[in-house]
């Protein structure tokens, strides 16, 4: 049986893998439709390369909007190099700002509200395997919503299925593993709570 190949402007929203993967349904690497992910990933490497070579912001927007299959506001600002092995379930808001060397994986959806900051080398991570060794082979997707106006500092990794709340702030090399509440500044190993935002 012949494989169908991954268009460019495909919908992938409604392709039933990426559904599945969406929607935190467990998947095993042997699903018959596993191979839509490699097509995806070998895409976006492509598209990665011409991104991180990019010599302006508005090349660089150009690029990331082709990664993401959605125009990204002018208003937005990443610095290169960025790395994401799908891309295509990131959505950013207006007037962001990603900082260098960030690394998002996205198989769970990935959103961005207005006015958020991101420091260099903050990781957002959706995608996670079972503890038992004899599931590790299965993929399971949880999303990541930073909100409104959140500020992430310099290498946080957020992991699967965190909200981080509106005006919220993240202090620098937190591991963040449970939800932000809005208003708060949050830091440490997993993160907890530091203080209150007046």
């Known amino acids: 049986m012949t494989k169908e190949a991954v268009q460019p402007d495909q919908d992938f929203s409604e392709t039933d893998l990426f559904d599945r993967l969406l929607a935190g349904e467990p998947v095993?690497?042997?699903?018959?439709?596993?191979?839509?992910?490699?097509?995806?990933?070998?895409?976006?490497m492509q598209l990665s390369v011409e991104l991180n070579g990019a010599g302006t912001p508005d090349l660089i927007r150009r690029k990331l909007s082709e990664i993401?299959?959605?125009?990204?506001?002018?208003?937005?600002?990443?610095?290169?190099?960025?790395?994401?092995n799908v891309g295509r379930f990131i959505k950013i808001g207006k007037n962001v700002f990603i900082n260098h060397a960030c690394s998002f994986l996205d198989l769970g959806g990935i959103t961005i509200e207005d006015d958020v900051l991101i420091g260099p080398k903050?990781?957002?991570?959706t995608e996670n395997h079972p503890l038992n060794p004899l599931e590790r082979k299965v993929l399971v997707c949880r999303p990541i919503v930073i909100k409104r106006n959140?500020?992430?500092g310099a290498g946080v990794t957020v992991l699967p299925g965190v909200t981080?709340?509106?005006n919220a702030v993240i202090a620098a090399g937190a591991v963040v593993n449970k939800d932000v509440p809005p208003n708060t500044v949050v830091g440490g190993v997993p993160a907890k709570i530091i203080k209150a935002i007046s």
């Open 28 to 44: 095993r690497m042997d699903d018959p439709a596993y191979y839509k992910i490699g097509e995806l990933v070998s895409r976006t």
């Open 164 to 166: 981080v709340g509106e």
């Open 68 to 84: 993401t299959g959605s125009e990204i506001d002018a208003s937005t600002t990443l610095f290169a190099p960025f790395y994401t």
């Open 150 to 152: 959140a500020w992430i």
């Open 122 to 125: 903050v990781n957002l991570i």
